[in-house]
């Protein structure tokens, strides 16, 4: 059964062309799963049921550029009355969506989230391995958050050397299919929460036969312990320290050498599973334009994983930056704040901007197999303004059009092909000095 079809049986007021986009990969059954594991699927009949609820936060996210009003109101979310279906759903007020919300609560977001993850994310990696190594990032960020006394005391605010910060912020850790930008797996919490405590809980996020390009803020042995020993055949690569210790154990080939690391007697404190000393790879290159870089990896065999492949892998880390992009720049507006006012609700608008992120993506893998490109070879901005405008104007489309209309909507998307990736040839630089890079002169 496709969606569109079991939201009219359980007398939703959406009409099945306003869902005929996704229904190919979002299955209501497991929308149903994510309901009933967390306990809020509705028994009684409301106006805003928890199914149409879940719509209204993956909708959200969908039409950032609209009021959550205009949202319920497009969509036709709310249902009709009991004893007279044909008729017109009644209008429902600004209260009784935040009702609606409070009671479908965040956790069937974050159910829904994590069960089409490793539906969608797991077989994009496996799709374009290297090596016989699907090929994820894990990196970490931070979303402002609607200033109100509620979410300013559960997130807390970040340090300023320009004074208080103007929002409150969550902080966001993300496991990502780099060469599909599908996300694999997000950990948030307040902003006192460091990004390594978040990052250590999407670890078993990780699926064996892998290599996981992690953030340099992540150099960590207790990280690396889990990552390398959690699975089979798992690795791990970052960009190392410059005040590095450790002993050569051999050397691999130029700039290219097996080396043994003594891990802090305070990390095996905190976990004694942790070994006194772990062997690693150090692999030094150079581009032009840069500096010296030094990377560390659990890619031990030299032959298996020529060293100058990982330096060449390891800028694909920077796809992950691309796909935070796409969420604040493109799928939020480069709005200020997220919406939500209470914490609950902000974590429920987490998950399921999550949720629409990837379903975006997924069109948009879609489309590039069609034309046998890369699909980071296919624009983000313009596939999200041609669904938002497919969602607009489905509801004038005679359903025998439908299908021809969605052909359209592809071939649309494949006519914004990206110019193929460039290497970067410069160094990161700002025109105003307010971070640590150096300032553009």
Request: proline share 6%; aromatic share 6%.
């Amino acid at each position: 059964m496709d969606l569109a079809h079991a939201l009219l049986l359980v007398g939703s007021g959406v009409r099945p062309e306003s869902f005929e986009i996704f229904e190919r990969w979002l299955d209501t059954a497991w929308v149903h799963t994510a309901l009933q594991a967390t306990g809020t699927a509705t028994i009684r009949r409301r106006k805003l049921p928890a199914l149409q609820a879940v719509w209204l936060v993956i909708g959200m996210a969908l039409f950032r550029d609209r009021s959550i009003a205009e949202v319920v109101r497009h969509l036709g979310l709310v249902l009709p009355p009991a004893d007279d279906p044909t008729a017109r759903p009644p209008e429902i007020t600004s209260s009784a969506v935040a009702q609606a919300r409070d009671r479908l609560g965040a956790a069937p977001l974050e159910k829904l989230f994590k069960i089409t993850a490793r539906a969608w994310a797991l077989p994009a990696a496996n799709a374009d391995r290297w090596r016989g190594l699907a090929i994820y990032g894990m990196d970490g960020t931070g979303l402002r958050v609607a200033d109100s006394p509620a979410n300013d005391a559960h997130f807390g605010r970040p340090g300023s050397r320009r004074g208080r910060a103007g929002y409150p912020q969550l902080r966001l850790v993300a496991l990502m299919a780099l060469r599909s930008h599908l996300l694999a797996a997000l950990g948030l919490g307040p902003w006192k929460v460091g990004e390594l405590t978040l990052a250590e809980k999407l670890v078993p996020e990780i699926p064996e036969n892998s290599l996981t390009i992690l953030d340099r803020g992540f150099v960590s042995h207790g990280l690396f312990h889990r990552i390398a020993n959690g699975a089979t055949n798992r690795h791990w690569v970052v960009r190392g320290k410059s005040n590095l210790k450790f002993r050569t154990v051999r050397e691999l080939g130029p700039n290219d050498t097996l080396v043994e690391v003594a891990v802090n007697s305070g990390v095996r404190r905190a976990d004694p599973e942790v070994p006194t000393a772990m062997q690693m790879r150090v692999v030094r290159y150079q581009r032009k334009g840069f500096q010296p870089r030094t990377l560390l990896t659990s890619l031990l065999d030299e032959k298996a994983y020529p060293a100058a492949e990982i330096a060449a892998l390891y800028h694909e880390r920077w796809e992950l930056e691309l796909g935070f992009d796409e969420i604040k720049t493109h799928a939020l507006e480069r709005a200020e704040s997220l919406r939500s006012t209470s914490p609950e609700r902000t974590r429920q608008e987490v998950w399921g901007l999550g949720v629409a992120y990837n379903l975006v993506r997924l069109h948009m893998a879609h489309v590039a197999k069609e034309l046998d490109v890369p699909p980071t070879r296919i624009s983000f901005r313009h596939t999200l303004l041609l669904l938002r405008g497919h969602w607009l104007t489905a509801e004038a489309t005679a359903p025998g059009r439908l299908p021809r209309r969605i052909e359209q909507l592809h071939e649309e998307v494949g006519l914004l092909l990206l110019p193929r990736r460039r290497e970067r040839q410069f160094p990161r630089e700002v025109k105003i000095k307010m971070s640590s890079y150096l300032r553009k002169r």
